[in-house]
Each structure stands twice: as C-alpha cells, then as structure tokens.
C-alpha cells in the first residue's frame, strides 16, 4: 500500500454539470446535475455500470465535450478554454489515459516518436538529443521498460500491458496536475493489472497527482481510492471516504452494486486461518481479493 498523502486544496470542481443528448424521444441525460470537487493528490473513484455516464463526466472534464449545462471550475475560476492556446495550456494538466491502449497511439508512429511529442508538448524544443535520450528514458524506467529495447518498436509490436505502461510513461513526462484513467486495466490481464495500478499510485505518491479512476470495479475502488463516487443513469447517488461510501453505503443502488460482489468482504488469501484473522476493513486485503477476481 502507499504510503500516507498529502491531499491538498481543491482544484478543479464541478457545478450542476448535465449533458443531453438527442431530441425528444431520443434524449438521453448521460450526466445529470452532477457536481465534484477534486484535490491536489486525491485519488477519487467514479464507479457505475455500463452506460451510467461515466465517460461522459470524463469527457466534460476533459474539455473534450460541452456540457448542456453547468459549469467546471479550474483553481478556483470558472474554466476558460475558448482559445487553442488555454485549451492548450489546460491540457498540459489535465490528462487522460482510456480503455483500449491500441486505441491512443497512432500505428505508424515509433515509440520514440510517441515520447518525443510529449517533450514537445512541454515545450522542450531546445533539448539536445542526449537530454532528449535522458528524459524518454527516465519515463521508461518508471515505468520498468526499457527504452532501448522499444525505441524502434511500432505501438502494434507491443503487449495491451506494455502499451498501458507506455501510457503511463507519457502521463510521467507529461506531468499533468489531473489524470483521469478511464478502465485503463479492463483489457489487460491480472498480472498486468496489479502492475499498471501499482504504477498509477505511485504517480500520486512521488509527483503528487490527482488520479480519477473510472471502473465498474467496487473493489477495485476501494482499495485505490480516497474518495468513492458512484453514479447511476447520470447521477451521483453516493459520495464520500472509500469507507463511507462502500461499507456504509446509503443509496439502495450502492447497496445493490456491493451486493453483486460476492468476495468484497472475504479476503484472497485461501488459507483458513488467513482468512479468519483478515480484518474486513483493511483495504488490502478487500483489494487484493477483488482485483485477483475482477473478471
Ligand atoms: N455521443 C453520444 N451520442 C449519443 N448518446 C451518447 C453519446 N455518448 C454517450 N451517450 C449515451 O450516454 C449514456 C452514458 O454513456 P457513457 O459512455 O458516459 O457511459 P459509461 O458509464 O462510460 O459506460 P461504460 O461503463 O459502458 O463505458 C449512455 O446512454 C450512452 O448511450
Ligand atoms: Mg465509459
């Protein structure tokens, strides 16, 4: 587990935010009056089924979708991405990595050109090819890949995990206040999973990102977050601590969803005795047991 952090003021926040889409019969109210406030250094988790309006939420966030209504705070003002260059500046700190690795990259660019952007995107047009050489490398080391090995690689040559950790490497160089990890592990398999999460924390941990984390996953949720919040058909139903929200959940639908988890109480460990002396509200053990069983 990570260490204790420091979570500090609120930075980007959300106010009645809604986005409809379609007319009359064919209106959907994805997002529905929705407000948040996010923390320097809060893991916050968006939890709902399928179609609740999550991605929706990410997108508004993202600056990549209007909002039919509302209003999205960023440090206190009320966001202002009119132009290129504060669309630009807004997307130096507020980041995303999605589902579908594949999905992200362009198959005909290098690995070392997808890095070489996110040096670009920082401004670093005057480095030379050494410091170049460093700072894609570095991004490798965090996320245990080498970059020698990759550097002639296209992203279609590498694994769903190693694609994920490449992400990851970006997000590392790109260093954004916000990231917002959309189901970045539903495509990989367990093993990869525990690494990708273990690298997500500890972006958090040692550059102090916010990380919203977008699953279907209650124990997922639970063992990375701060904060829990679950939505239902575009709203937010539950909100709260990690333990507030999933072990004394109020809304029937949280209830609900807890309910469709078989292992979230019981520990992953199969021995007895483990088992026995597991206590039920240590977020390791609930986490372990669930990401081990997350299908
Ligand atoms: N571009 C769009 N046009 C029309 N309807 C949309 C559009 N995007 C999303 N929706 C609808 O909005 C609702 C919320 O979708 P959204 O993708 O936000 O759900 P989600 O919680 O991310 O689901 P999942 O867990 O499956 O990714 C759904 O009913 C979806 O069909
Ligand atoms: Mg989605």
């Not at 700072?135 to 694609?163: I, R, W």
């Not at 072990?247 to 483990?274: C, M, N, Q």
């Amino acid at each position: 587990m990570s260490e204790p952090k420091k979570i500090g003021e609120v930075f980007l926040a959300g106010k009645n935010l809604t986005r409809v889409f379609g007319h009359g019969d064919k209106k959907t109210i994805a997002v529905n009056n929705v407000d948040f406030e996010f923390r320097r250094g809060e893991i916050i988790s968006i939890v709902g089924e399928s179609g609740s309006g999550k991605t929706t939420l990410a997108k508004m966030i993202l600056g990549l979708l209007n909002p039919t209504s509302g209003e999205i705070f960023y440090e206190g003002k009320p966001r202002d991405i009119s132009s290129h260059a504060r669309r630009r500046s807004y997307w130096q700190n507020i980041q995303a990595i999605f589902q579908d690795p594949f999905s992200a990259y362009n198959i005909f660019n290098r690995v070392d050109s997808v890095l070489m952007d996110c040096i670009r995107l920082q401004g670093g047009t005057k480095l030379s090819p050494e410091e170049n050489f460093n700072k894609m490398s570095d991004a490798c080391k965090f996320v245990n890949l080498k970059f020698e090995e990759l550097t002639n690689k296209y992203p279609l040559e590498l694994s769903g995990g190693q694609m994920q950790r490449l992400m990851i490497a970006r997000i590392f160089m790109l260093n954004p206040r916000l990231l917002i990890a959309d189901e970045p592990t539903s495509m990989i398999d367990a093993c990869s999973r525990a690494t990708i999460l273990d690298m997500l924390l500890k972006l958090r941990d040692e550059i102090n990102m916010t990380i919203v984390f977008i699953t279907h996953d209650m124990g997922l949720a639970y063992y990375i977050s701060d904060t829990v919040y679950i939505m239902e058909k575009g709203l937010i139903v539950e909100r709260g601590s990690a333990d507030e929200a999933i072990l004394s959940p109020k809304s029937d639908y949280t209830k609900r969803l807890i309910g469709d988890v078989p292992k979230i109480y019981e520990p992953w460990d199969f021995s007895a005795s483990a088992a026995e002396t597991a206590p039920v509200t240590e977020k390791a053990v609930i986490g372990n047991g669930v990401i081990g069983n997350a299908g």
